[in-house]
């Protein structure tokens, strides 16, 4: 009982704090998405492990350093696959994807898919909002801030960057971003 105080508490200050402060400037320089992805996916590993969940990254060694801020970008991919691991139920897979748009060469996406427990339609018109708490309970009684979504979706944006979400209640979900490769 006193950790779950603790814990909303320091969420409670989070989102004070989140709206209080001003934004911090991109830290633009020519980075390998390639390595934040690696770096996310070794990051979230032991995490899946004791979900026992199967992490999987499925990205392309074919995409080029792009120009971007890459703490934040981890920070955007982080907090999808975070999210997927939470909302994951034991025995299932997350796949982190990353390749160039086939349609657009001048874009990069990255997608985390998961086969989870997935978005009804009300979740999926306002997963992005800022304070969201989503109908969906993570399957290991973590907790939900309702700012994560809205944090990737602002980052990436700053990144002229768009989110996306594909989701079918009971089937899972796949959240991503398209990031420009100019």
Same mark, same amino acid.
């Given at each position: 009982?006193?950790?779950?105080?603790?814990?909303?508490?320091?969420?409670?200050?989070?989102?004070?704090?989140?709206?209080?402060?001003?934004?911090?400037?991109?830290?633009?320089?020519?980075?390998?998405?390639?390595?934040?992805?690696?770096?996310?996916?070794?990051?979230?590993?032991?995490?899946?492990?004791?979900?026992?969940?199967?992490?999987?990254?499925?990205?392309?060694?074919?995409?080029?350093?792009?120009?971007?801020?890459?703490?934040?970008?981890?920070?955007?991919?982080?907090?999808?696959?975070?999210?997927?691991?939470?909302?994951?139920?034991?025995?299932?897979?997350?796949?982190?994807?990353?390749?160039?748009?086939?349609?657009?060469?001048?874009?990069?996406?990255?997608?985390?898919?998961?086969?989870?427990?997935?978005?009804?339609?009300?979740?999926?018109?306002?997963?992005?909002? =800022?304070?969201?708490?989503?109908?969906?309970?993570?399957?290991?009684?973590?907790?939900?801030?309702?700012?994560?979504?809205?944090?990737?979706?602002?980052?990436?944006?700053?990144?002229?960057? =768009?989110?996306?979400?594909?989701?079918?209640?009971?089937?899972?979900?796949?959240?991503?971003?398209?990031?420009?490769?100019?």
């Amino acid at each position: 009982s006193s950790s779950e105080n603790i814990v909303k508490l320091s969420q409670n200050m989070c989102e004070i704090i989140a709206k209080a402060m001003p934004e911090p400037k991109l830290g633009l320089t020519k980075t390998s998405l390639i390595n934040i992805v690696n770096d996310v996916c070794n990051q979230n590993m032991a995490y899946a492990k004791t979900k026992k969940v199967k992490l999987l990254n499925k990205g392309s060694r074919d995409i080029p350093d792009l120009i971007l801020d890459p703490e934040k970008i981890q920070e955007a991919l982080d907090n999808y696959v975070n999210n997927a691991i939470k909302y994951a139920p034991p025995e299932t897979t997350i796949e982190i994807r990353s390749y160039i748009k086939q349609s657009d060469n001048k874009k990069v996406i990255v997608e985390v898919n998961d086969n989870g427990v997935g978005l009804s339609e009300q979740d999926l018109e306002k997963c992005f909002q =800022k304070g969201t708490i989503l109908s969906s309970l993570p399957t290991g009684l973590e907790q939900s801030s309702g700012l994560g979504l809205w944090i990737v979706k602002k980052i990436i944006e700053e990144h002229k960057g =768009k989110v996306f979400v594909e989701s079918k209640l009971g089937a899972g979900s796949t959240f991503g971003f398209e990031l420009p490769m100019e």
